[in-house]
């Protein structure tokens, strides 16, 4: 079991570009979730699916982010429009379902934007 | 509002000695209570989950945590600490499917 994969590690970005950050859940697991971890913010929720369909997506800035889970191996969190207040540590986790299971998370994608 | 607090953000330990982390949470239900700990460049990993039962719950590497409904608590404890402990922990509440996380407790452990 490779655990939550998350890719690229670190991804670099101009301002205005968009940047698309990509994770595959442990198999067999039905809920993902995306987090985002900064020094002044911590851990904040973004967005959850349930066996792939979106169930909560309350903290996900309206404009520029979306996420979408197409299959069940992978969900993908799309920034449009990139500003420097998107850098961060986005941080991914699946749970084998959507109540107080454990979360296993990913190493993250920090992205950069410059 | 609901909310967790960890009113530490660091604390220096000399290797050997016992820990205590604070947590403290304010929520309207009893919550399932967490504590993940988040190596460098890694995610988080759970160390040990508390919703009901025996106050206090055993965790891995010989951490453990005490639940407090009085004190609205779940501090973090460990009786002597390794280098290999230095981290940032979190406790985390969850109500339903997501998880509200504090701000983190920086370990430092002095060799």
């Known amino acids: 079991n490779a655990g939550v994969i998350q890719t690229p590690r670190h991804k670099v970005t101009g301002k205005g570009q968009e940047a698309t950050l990509w994770c595959e859940p442990i198999?067999?697991?039905?809920?993902v979730f995306w987090y985002r971890q900064t020094i002044v913010q911590g851990l904040e929720f973004l967005t959850y699916?349930?066996?792939?369909?979106?169930?909560?997506d309350s903290g996900m800035p309206k404009e520029r982010f979306s996420a979408q889970m197409p299959n069940q191996s992978h969900s993908t969190l799309k920034i449009q429009s990139t500003q420097p207040q998107d850098s961060a540590v986005y941080l991914c986790?699946?749970?084998?379902?959507?109540?107080?299971?454990?979360?296993?998370f990913g190493a993250g994608t920090r992205l950069s934007v410059l | 509002a609901q909310s967790v607090t960890q009113p530490d953000a660091r604390v220096t330990v000399s290797e050997g000695a016992s820990l205590q982390l604070r947590c403290k949470y304010s929520?309207?239900?009893?919550?399932?209570l967490f504590w993940y700990v988040q190596y460098p460049r890694q995610g988080l990993q759970l160390l040990l989950k508390?919703?009901?039962?025996?106050?206090v719950v055993q965790g891995v590497n010989g951490f453990e945590a005490e639940f407090s409904k009085s004190d609205s608590s779940f501090h973090l404890r460990k009786a002597s600490v390794h280098w290999s402990d230095s981290a940032v922990y979190f406790c985390?509440?969850?109500?339903?499917?997501?998880?509200?996380f504090g701000t983190g407790t920086s370990l430092l452990v002095d060799p």
């Open positions: 986790a699946s749970s084998l379902g959507g109540g107080q299971n454990t979360l296993y």
């Open positions: 198999s067999g697991h039905s809920a």
């Open positions: 699916f349930r066996n792939q369909a979106p169930i909560d």
């Open positions: 929520y309207s239900a009893t919550p399932y």
């Open positions: 508390y919703y009901s039962g025996d106050p």
């Open positions: 985390a509440v969850g109500l339903g499917y997501k998880l509200t």
